[in-house]
Nanobody
Framework: QVQLVESGGGLVQAGGSLRLSCAAS????????MHWFRQAPGKEREFVAA????????YYADSVKGRFTISRDNAKNTVYLQMNTLKPEDTAVYYC???????????????WGKGTLVTVSS
C-alpha cells in the first residue's frame, strides 16, 4: 500500500515557477514509476510527466517539455515537479500517481494522491 500526498501548489503569475512535491508512505516507493497528471477545469485528466524507479529515465507531455522537470529522491520517498515558465493554460489540479510501468492513462495507476491546485494568472 502506498499513500501519496501532494503539496506546493498555489497562485503564480505567468512566467513564474513552482515546485510541487509528492510525499509517499510505504517501503515500496522505489518500486514504482512515479507520474504527475493534471486536470484543468472542464477538461479530462492528462499525463504530465513520469520518472522511472531509479530516476534515470524521464518522460514528458509535449506541452510541458523543456519547462517542467520531474525528479525523485527514493531516500525521502518523494517525487518532485519543478515547473518553470508557467502559462495560464497550466492552471489545473496536479495529481501524483504511482504505477508499475510508464503509462499515460490515469486509469492504469495503482495509487494516486488527492491533488494540489496550481493557478497561473495572466
Amino acid at each position: 500500500q502506498v499513500q501519496l500526498v501532494e503539496s506546493g501548489g498555489g497562485l503564480v503569475q505567468a512566467g513564474g515557477s513552482l515546485r510541487l512535491s509528492c510525499a509517499a508512505s510505504g517501503r515500496t516507493f522505489s518500486s514504482y514509476v512515479m507520474h504527475w497528471f493534471r486536470q484543468a477545469p472542464g477538461k479530462e485528466r492528462e499525463f504530465v510527466a513520469a520518472i522511472s524507479w531509479s530516476g534515470g529515465s524521464t518522460y514528458y507531455a509535449d506541452s510541458v517539455k523543456g519547462r517542467f522537470t520531474i525528479s525523485r529522491d527514493n531516500a525521502k520517498n518523494t517525487v518532485y515537479l519543478q515547473m518553470n515558465t508557467l502559462k495560464p493554460e497550466d492552471t489545473a489540479v496536479y495529481y501524483c500517481a504511482a504505477g508499475l510501468s510508464v503509462r499515460y492513462d490515469w486509469g492504469s495507476m495503482n495509487y494516486w494522491g488527492k491533488g494540489t491546485l496550481v493557478t497561473v494568472s495572466s
